[in-house]
């Protein structure tokens, strides 16, 4: 909350409170639709502003280029949001608080100061403040015109977030190579797993009509360093690789080209058949082959510097090399092979089961382990962070760690397909944090999944992460205002995976809301409860994959979730160990003991890897089934609290935002509500045991939920909508 609206709560008379605006008071009272992201640059305090202002009292913008124009207009904006009016340019930092920026190519001062070292890289930048012929100036350099772009959106954060400006010494630089967003998104402009709309792509009047969006999505991922979009949906429609789309693509390319976002498209692997005429999409095939070399010629005659294609084979329907009867490195090595010349990747998805007898947490890791070392150097694998399917808590995928000599990269979920969709505040820093340091052990301790995707631990060629995106056309870009921290904690992790989830929680708090401190406190810590909280409404204990076939809500009866469960009258749990499905040999020994041995298995992984009876007792010296209890209702509890502590936040953020997020919460705490009881209505139908005393028994019988149905959930339609309620 800015210094304004603080007065006004202290106590403005009413009449101006009428009059906001002509007050000169409340911007952060004013209604905000979300549109501007953390992107807002909102006017700050009066003293904040009058010391920024002496700070930056010219800009010297070094050289012209698109992508060093867009970073000057960008300072210009935001400082004159911020500080209430844009420093001028000038020529040359002749004047005490000169704001320099450029490369040592387009700046004699940078040059001179050799300002932009190494460390920096092509993407990275520095700022300092200093002294320079007895001016104090402050210095954004970078090696390339993007550094400066990116130097500049950092700069911008520091003055948002009020940091002092006077001794400013950064460097930073991206730790990891290729930094996507993948959208599921089809040329229909539905979204698959999307709840913020339509897609925002809108191919029908492309590429005549560019939509001001795409420039604002484009600023918006490079002022957090992503540096990649996948336009379309993996499960892929032959059709986008076709010349009426690519010259669509194409446009969008030249859009996002000066924001240093390349494009990616996804590959339908049997379009030589469906598209190019051929009678099969055999990789080892000469005329395929060659399909795939003209297709990828044709798309960098469009799109120089496009960047190349994800693929998901042989999953869930997609066609692949194996219906040829050949592995998945001869379609990846073959794409790659088409690629090569022009400087184009492949991410080949790692995402692969089938429905059988062996364990789905399994068959990702027995197709690709073998791969090891097979695979092209320009192909990424690309690996979900655990080895089921985004769900509130896995452990992390074993095949991070598995593969040294195969380019790794991460696939996160942005969209909350698992966790509540839109309404549900969750906020996914911890989760990607978890994975992200999660300890691998593969070359000794400190292995994380960190350093195998950031290509450390194994020098690997290339390094990468990819989310999957949560934006859509909804007017606040996400679906909802707290959705959109999980788009930037994607993007702040991605540009450095040592971040620490809570501190980008700050950040971006800050950024969207308010600096004030009894605003950022609560929310913050609301925030990082959340995800843990969902886990424990959802699926406390390691429990995975309980949900109706829409996603959307509870269901722990149905078949693909009582596979998950293995609850009977016994007890509860997917035994993976040696006993079961030894699962847990996929991992490196000193984490397969931990994982296997009961006394040592993390409590919030037990029902992953054990099946224990209801009484089993857990370190509390509760049973599980209590334990159950408590966690699932503490969960509910949770979401209350978040909601009595949003309510105390009234007047300290602007109303329309408020008031969504308070409508949000309440239907996040029915549906928590609902997640506890119909689970534990199931669950009590099997263990027979009583509540622990203080609990209350579910609202409605069992019946009553399994008889619930939503036929007409976001995210999914045709085939997938059809048996949705059972
Ligand atoms: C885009 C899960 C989702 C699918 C998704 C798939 C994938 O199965 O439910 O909608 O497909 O993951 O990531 O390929």
């Not at 992953?608 to 010296?621: E, K, L, N, T």
């Amino acid at each position: 909350m800015n210094s304004d609206a603080a007065a006004t709560r202290a106590g403005r008379p009413l009449w101006c409170l009428a009059l906001l605006v002509l007050c000169g008071a409340g911007q952060a009272a004013l209604a905000e639709d979300g549109y501007d992201l953390w992107l807002r640059y909102r006017p700050l305090p009066p003293a904040q502003r009058e010391a920024d202002r002496r700070a930056v009292r010219a800009i010297v913008a070094a050289g012209r280029s698109p992508t060093l124009d867009i970073a000057r207009a960008e300072l210009a904006r935001g400082l004159d949001g911020l500080l209430g009016t844009a420093p001028p340019f000038a020529a040359a930092p002749t004047r005490d608080g000169s704001l320099v920026l450029g490369t040592a190519l387009t700046s004699p001062l940078i040059a001179a100061l050799r300002l932009a070292p190494g460390a920096a890289g092509r993407e990275g930048y520095v700022i300092r403040s200093l002294r320079y012929a007895g001016h104090r100036l402050i210095v954004i350099a970078a090696n390339e015109d993007i550094g400066v772009l990116y130097g500049t959106f950092a700069f911008l954060r520091l003055v948002q977030t009020q940091r002092p400006l006077g001794n400013l010494a950064m460097v930073s630089a991206p730790r990891i190579q290729h930094r996507i967003l993948d959208h599921f998104d089809n040329l229909d402009r539905t979204v698959e797993r999307g709840y913020a709309g339509e897609s925002i792509w809108d191919w029908q009047k492309l590429p005549g009509y560019l939509d001001p969006r795409y420039t604002d999505y484009a600023r918006a991922c490079a002022s957090l360093g992503i540096n990649g979009t996948v336009l379309n949906n993996v499960n892929a429609d032959a059709d986008s690789l076709t010349p009426l789309y690519l010259r669509k693509t194409a446009a969008l390319a030249a859009v996002f080209r000066p924001y240093g976002l390349r494009v990616f498209l996804t590959a339908r692997f049997d379009a030589p058949i469906e598209i190019g005429g051929l009678h099969t999409a055999d990789p080892l095939d000469p005329a395929v082959r060659a399909w795939w070399r003209s297709k990828v010629g044709e798309i960098y005659g469009l799109i120089p510097d496009f960047g190349g294609f994800l693929v998901k084979a042989n999953s869930e329907g997609q066609p692949g090399p194996e219906n040829y009867g050949r592995s998945h490195a001869d379609g990846a090595n073959m794409l790659a092979e088409a690629l090569a010349p022009h400087g184009g990747i492949v991410m080949w998805r790692a995402f692969v089961y089938s429905q059988g007898p062996t364990d789905r947490a399994r068959q990702a890791y027995d197709s690709f382990k073998p791969l090891d070392g097979k695979l092209d150097r320009k192909v990424l694998l690309q690996v979900k962070n655990g080895p089921i399917d985004f769900q509130p808590r896995e452990p992390f995928h074993p095949l991070f760690g598995a593969m040294p000599r195969t380019s790794l990269m991460l696939e996160v979920q942005i969209t909350k397909e698992y966790l509540g969709f839109a309404t549900h505040l969750v906020y996914l820093g911890p989760l990607f944090e978890e994975t992200l340091r999660s300890d691998t052990f593969a070359r000794g301790p400190g292995s994380t999944v960190a350093r195998v995707i950031d290509g450390s631990l194994f020098a690997s060629p290339k390094s990468g992460i990819a989310g999957d995106a949560n934006i859509g056309s909804d007017r606040n870009w996400c679906g909802s205002i707290f959705d959109q921290a999980n788009w930037y904690a994607f993007g702040r992790l991605a540009w450095d995976p040592n971040l620490a989830a809570r501190d980008v929680a700050e950040e971006w708090v800050r950024l969207t809301f308010s600096n004030d401190p009894a605003f950022v406190a609560p929310v913050v810590r609301m925030m990082m409860a959340s995800r843990e909280a969902a886990v424990d409404y959802m699926t406390p204990l390691g429990l995975a994959h309980q949900m109706a076939p829409s996603h959307y809500g509870p269901a722990p009866w149905i078949e693909a979730s009582r596979y998950f469960n293995h609850a009977d009258a016994q007890g509860i749990g997917f035994d993976r160990t040696a006993t079961g499905s030894d699962a847990v040999a996929q991992y490196a020994p000193p984490v397969a003991t931990r994982f296997a041995d009961l006394k040592q298995v993390p409590e919030a992984l037990l029902l992953w890897f054990h099946h224990v009876p209801w009484d089993y007792r857990m370190a509390s010296g509760r049973t599980v089934w209590d334990e159950l209890v408590i966690r699932y209702s503490r969960g509910v509890q949770q979401v209350t609290e978040m909601r009595q502590v949003w309510a105390g936040l009234a007047g300290r953020v602007d109303a329309e935002r408020f008031a969504q997020v308070s409508a949000f919460l309440a239907i996040q705490e029915q549906e928590a509500r609902w997640w506890r009881d119909a689970s534990l209505g199931y669950f009590q139908s099997l263990s027979r045991r009583a509540l622990p005393a203080g609990y209350s028994p579910p609202q409605h019988d069992l019946a009553y939920y399994e008889a619930l149905c939503f036929p007409y959930v976001p995210g999914v339609w045709g085939e997938r909508r059809g048996p949705l309620c059972r």
